[in-house]
């Protein structure tokens, strides 16, 4: 039976899509690059390893060090990110699963004390029983941190679904052992989210009615 409910934070919750954009095109303006023409062609090259979607933008990784990009964008995020807010139908959708009385959890690629800031400023901590960020913003280790969790609170990955919004998140949920349900309204497009053979829904109020139904926890598949 499904019990415990494992979101993804940006892109999913969290309204940062545009922020993405914004941020990659600074970066390669200030490389002499030419920006991405919208955020059609940044959902659809975003990807993980980051490492990855940096060379598809056009990042020169001859003349400079993933490293030194990765800090140039941590650096830019929270500034840019600032005015973000959540995604439409967050709240609701939190609110009908805490109502179903499911254990809601995060777990993310953002580092730790950002993460946590995000969740106060809008008002969203007391959804959580458990937040896992990660210790820096480099935007690894996030599978690694999960499987760890659920180890320490002797979690079943079969009383579990993950919520997210790139394949990332179905390779998560598959190396978790959980199921997963995506969202087309994050920071990948549906093509690319279809090719992982999860289930696809356009918002968050879809997926609340795919998990829910008339406010009682079912076996989700």
């Not at 922020?19 to 993980?48: C, E, K, S």
């Not at 830019?76 to 254990?103: I, M, N």
Request: with cysteine.
């Amino acid at each position: 039976m499904l019990t415990h409910v494992i979101w993804d934070w940006n892109g999913t919750l969290f309204d940062d899509i545009s922020t993405g954009l914004l941020i990659i095109n600074r970066m390669l303006v200030t490389r002499g690059r030419p920006p991405l023409a919208d955020l059609a062609h940044y959902r659809r090259i975003f990807q993980f390893p980051v490492e990855n979607y940096y060379r598809e933008a056009g990042l020169d990784f001859s003349k400079e060090s993933f490293e030194s990009m990765a800090a140039d964008y941590i650096a830019l995020y929270p500034e840019v990110s600032r005015d973000c807010g959540l995604a439409e139908g967050a709240k609701e959708a939190l609110a009908a699963f805490q109502a179903a009385g499911l254990h809601q959890h995060i777990l993310s690629a953002s580092e730790q004390g950002l993460l946590e800031s995000q969740l106060i400023k809008l008002g969203v901590r007391q959804y959580f029983d458990h937040v896992i960020g990660q210790a820096d913003g480099y935007a690894v280790g996030k599978t690694e941190r999960g499987i760890r969790w659920m180890q320490e609170e002797n979690i079943q990955p079969e009383s579990c679904l993950l919520i997210g919004d790139t394949d990332h998140d179905a390779l998560t949920a598959q190396k978790l052992g959980c199921r997963c349900l995506l969202l087309s309204c994050g920071h990948q497009s549906r093509e690319r989210l279809e090719q992982t053979g999860m289930p696809v829904v356009d918002n968050l109020l879809q997926a609340a009615k795919a998990v829910l139904r008339k406010g009682e926890k079912y076996e989700y598949s």
